[in-house]
């Protein structure tokens, strides 16, 4: 049973990942009959989101969009193959996180090459705000984590929240107002989350 503070620290990623287990789990235990391990999901996803990227740096920005939105979808098969299949480990969540933070990566590389190609230097550096900003997010975490401060999950964008903003502002044409939302909220979740270790330091 989940405590009132754990709720209160729940993200997006945990509440649609609960959502999502009357789908998620079918499919995992049919996965786990077909031999399939959770470390191939999360490879072939990771693998996906490159292609994303790759096809953002062409310019085609609102099908990259909509094939983030698609192809971010197997993040939730992943985690509940471990869990069904009791293949969970300490190297799958690493490896999951270390996938993630290369795809998220490509993303926003495919992102700055078509900005460059298309002569917006402005735009660019929105896309490298962005980008530095996502990674610090999730370096913030780790290292709170490593020095003992479990449950550094708080924050405005986190991973989930970040898919969803690019790839469906992507997909609407709305890459401006994209990627200026993501380049302060991701900074802004920085903040958050070395606020929040502060705050549990000072306890």
């Given at each position: 049973?989940?405590?009132?503070?754990?709720?209160?620290?729940?993200?997006?990623?945990?509440?649609?990942?609960?959502?999502a287990?009357?789908?998620t789990?079918?499919v995992?235990?049919?996965?786990?009959r077909?031999?399939i391990?959770?470390?191939?999901?999360?490879?072939?996803?990771?693998?996906?989101t490159?292609?994303?990227?790759?096809?953002?740096?062409?310019?085609?920005?609102?099908?990259g969009?909509l094939?983030?939105?698609?192809a971010?979808s197997l993040?939730?098969?992943?985690g509940a193959?471990?869990?069904?299949?009791?293949e969970?480990?300490?190297?799958?969540?690493?490896?999951?996180?270390?996938?993630?933070?290369?795809s998220?990566?490509?993303?926003?590389?495919?992102?700055?090459?078509?900005?460059?190609?298309?002569?917006?230097p402005g735009?660019?550096?929105?896309?490298?705000a962005?980008?530095?900003?996502s990674?610090?997010?999730?370096?913030?975490?780790?290292?709170?984590?490593?020095?003992?401060?479990?449950?550094?999950k708080?924050?405005?964008?986190t991973?989930?929240e970040?898919?969803?903003?690019?790839?469906?502002?992507?997909?609407?044409?709305?890459?401006?107002a994209?990627?200026?939302?993501?380049?302060?909220?991701?900074?802004?979740t920085?903040a958050?989350?070395?606020?929040?270790?502060?705050?549990e330091?000072?306890?």
């Amino acid at each position: 049973m989940t405590t009132s503070r754990e709720q209160a620290r729940e993200t997006l990623t945990d509440w649609a990942r609960r959502q999502a287990q009357v789908i998620t789990y079918p499919v995992a235990r049919r996965l786990t009959r077909w031999g399939i391990h959770p470390n191939t999901i999360t490879i072939l996803g990771c693998l996906l989101t490159t292609a994303v990227g790759a096809v953002l740096a062409t310019g085609r920005l609102r099908l990259g969009g909509l094939l983030l939105l698609a192809a971010s979808s197997l993040d939730a098969f992943d985690g509940a193959l471990a869990r069904v299949s009791g293949e969970k480990s300490r190297f799958g969540a690493f490896l999951d996180s270390t996938l993630d933070r290369f795809s998220e990566g490509a993303l926003f590389f495919g992102l700055l090459v078509a900005m460059v190609r298309q002569g917006e230097p402005g735009m660019a550096y929105l896309v490298f705000a962005a980008a530095s900003g996502s990674l610090m997010v999730s370096y913030v975490r780790a290292r709170a984590e490593g020095v003992g401060y479990e449950g550094c999950k708080v924050g405005l964008l986190t991973r989930v929240e970040r898919v969803i903003l690019l790839g469906g502002g992507l997909a609407l044409g709305l890459t401006a107002a994209t990627l200026w939302v993501l380049a302060v909220g991701v900074w802004l979740t920085v903040a958050q989350r070395i606020a929040w270790v502060y705050r549990e330091s000072r306890q």
